[in-house]
């Protein structure tokens, strides 16, 4: 089995019915105990500084991971990077592979994005979908913890973002990360509920802050919604393969994610919505048409590097605390 990097969730379906193991570059990223270090290192070999650190920081884990033998990058529906960075890494001899999201959202147009990522694994369409029903059930568990989270109080915010950000590669082996779902949920449902003041829903890419749901949690504000964390775990059901991909609301227009805030947001009963958006990065421009179109209190913050919360960000989230108490 050899190790797949990804730049953001792809039909990792595809991977593993190859018997290849899928590895999140983002996840490695952030979770380096030092990722400050990582963006510095790209910079000093030629990235620039108004440049998104992941990709700086997706850059230097290829550098340092020479077992990570293919890279499969998303050249549409992701960072609109990616297509540079793709020519940055074959000139450090990484083989790459690309992979696009159709813009058209159709079901040709998924199916053969599927279908071109098959072929190049070899891999039957039967064993994709037979993949699919396994990685199913491992889902459900991240999804179970959502649950916990905004149904019974007890989850944290932070237990829910890291549940279902790693639906993305599942740790590299979908078998161990049920058993840790599944001890994870015995230990959350032993708890009490919680009592909080405020419930927040987080939308947008996933903070590059290394404290954020602690700062909100010590507040009295749960994050009830994680968007696109929830979306890497396809909270809906669906027959195949390419009906899951078309019902996945990243890759696509702002309109489709709306969609599912404005769902969510009632069923979870939010107070509140943080709009995270990262330095240098596209999704920027549809912050302002998320905001209007949604019928809550909003806050948006902007974050660059890893690292803790700065003061003036801290200044922001209270007062925007202060004001849903009002």
């Not at 968007?227 to 489709?256: D, G, L, N």
């Amino acid at each position: 089995m050899g190790k797949i990097g990804i730049t953001t969730t792809i039909p990792v379906e595809v991977i593993l019915a190859a018997g290849e193991t899928p590895v999140d570059l983002n996840n490695i990223f952030i979770t380096d105990p030092n990722p400050g270090e990582l963006v510095k290192r790209a910079e000093e070999k030629g990235l620039p500084r108004n440049l998104c650190s992941w990709v700086k920081g997706i850059y230097s884990v290829l550098l340092d991971n020479p077992d990570i033998e293919r890279v499969i990058a998303v050249t549409e529906g992701d960072c609109a990077n990616t297509v540079a960075m793709l020519d940055l890494l074959k000139s450090a001899g990484i083989k790459t592979i690309p992979f696009s999201f159709p813009y058209s959202r159709t079901e040709e147009g998924v199916n053969s994005a599927i279908a071109s990522l098959e072929k190049r694994f070899g891999v039957k369409r039967h064993k994709t979908e037979e993949m699919k029903i396994r990685l199913d059930e491992v889902r459900k568990k991240a999804l179970i913890v959502d649950e916990l989270t905004y149904k019974d109080n007890k989850a944290t915010g932070l237990e829910n973002h890291l549940a279902l950000i790693c639906c993305s590669d599942f740790e590299g082996d979908p078998d161990k990360y049920e058993v840790k779902m599944d001890n994870l949920i015995a230990e959350i449902k032993k708890r009490p509920k919680a009592k909080k003041r405020f419930r927040i829903g987080y939308c947008g890419v996933p903070a590059i802050f290394s404290d954020l749901y602690e700062f909100l949690e010590k507040r009295g504000a749960s994050v009830v919604f994680n968007e696109m964390q929830r979306q890497f775990a396809m909270p809906f059901k669906t027959s195949s393969i390419v009906e899951q991909y078309m019902k996945y609301t990243y890759p696509y227009t702002y309109t489709t994610r709306i969609e599912d805030i404005r769902e969510q947001a009632k069923i979870r009963k939010m107070d509140g919505i943080i709009h995270y958006i990262q330095s240098f990065c596209h999704h920027q421009i549809y912050d302002r048409a998320l905001r209007e179109s949604l019928e809550l209190p909003s806050l948006t913050l902007e974050g660059d590097k890893p690292g803790s919360l700065k003061e003036q960000t801290c200044i922001r989230l209270e007062s925007f605390l202060e004001m849903l108490s009002l």
